[in-house]
């Protein structure tokens, strides 16, 4: 499997639920991103969790990061309809050498009124 | 905020044409990005640059080429567009932040989605 896999591939839930989302990855890393993408259009950046920190918080988004499981997870707490969206996350791969921002598939999230 | 302005939304050429696709961004930004998106395989790097005149090949970049004359241009090139190069593509910068190219967060355009009849 690719490094920075999202689990689940699609959720869907009623605005007021908390939706959490997971990734796992392979590497050793320097950090982890997590990025929203509205259908059809860019990426949008949410957080960026460094290897040496454990937990971070953006308004209703709180990230996770578990380095000696290779895991990490998006929690958004009291969903509305306008977090519809895929969500990613991306691994900075912490060796030496040619450096890449690794991608998963992403999680497509549904939120009902 | 940091605007990533990508020249097209939509795109419709021919195989055999060569093809360009522009990116321009606001923030004084040395790095930028080219990636490609596909249903099932994510996102993956084509081309990237670290400074003007500098180009470093991702995974993916047989049948693209790159340039960067200027620090806020940076242009992706299909030599002879063929039908698997029908995709979406997403331009992103970010400034340099350290030893890494991604301690700072990608900013990303809107995506030109390109179809390659």
């Known amino acids: 499997s690719q490094q920075g896999e999202e689990d689940p591939q699609a959720l869907s839930i009623q605005e007021g639920e908390n939706a959490t989302m997971n990734c796992s990855y392979k590497?050793?890393?320097?950090?982890l991103q997590w990025y929203r993408q509205n259908s059809g259009r860019g990426l949008v950046h949410l957080i960026l969790i460094r290897s040496n920190e454990r937990e971070k918080h953006s308004g209703r988004l709180r990230v996770t990061l578990d380095t000696s499981k290779k895991s990490s997870s998006l929690l958004i707490t009291a969903s509305r309809a306008a977090d519809t969206a895929s969500y990613f996350c991306?691994?900075?791969?912490?060796?030496?050498?040619?450096?890449?921002?690794?991608f998963g598939t992403g999680t497509r999230l549904l939120v009902s009124p | 905020d940091v605007k990533v302005t990508q020249s097209s939304r939509y795109l419709v050429k021919r195989t055999g044409e060569k093809v360009f696709l522009e990116c321009v961004q606001d923030?004084?930004?040395?790095?930028m990005f080219w990636y490609r998106q596909d249903p099932g395989l994510g996102l993956r790097l084509i081309y990237f640059?670290?400074?003007?005149?500098?180009?470093e090949k991702g995974d993916i970049p047989e049948g693209y080429s790159v340039s960067r004359e200027k620090k806020e241009r940076f242009s992706l090139i299909l030599e002879s567009a063929s039908t698997n190069q029908t995709s979406m593509y997403l331009c992103a910068s970010n400034p340099i932040a350290g030893t890494s190219l991604y301690n700072s967060p990608l900013h990303f355009g809107n995506g030109t989605r390109l179809t390659v009849t």
């Open positions: 991306a691994t900075d791969e912490g060796n030496t050498g040619f450096q890449k921002l690794v």
């Open positions: 923030m004084d930004h040395e790095n």
């Open positions: 590497t050793s890393i320097n950090n």
């Open positions: 640059s670290y400074d003007v005149k500098m180009k």
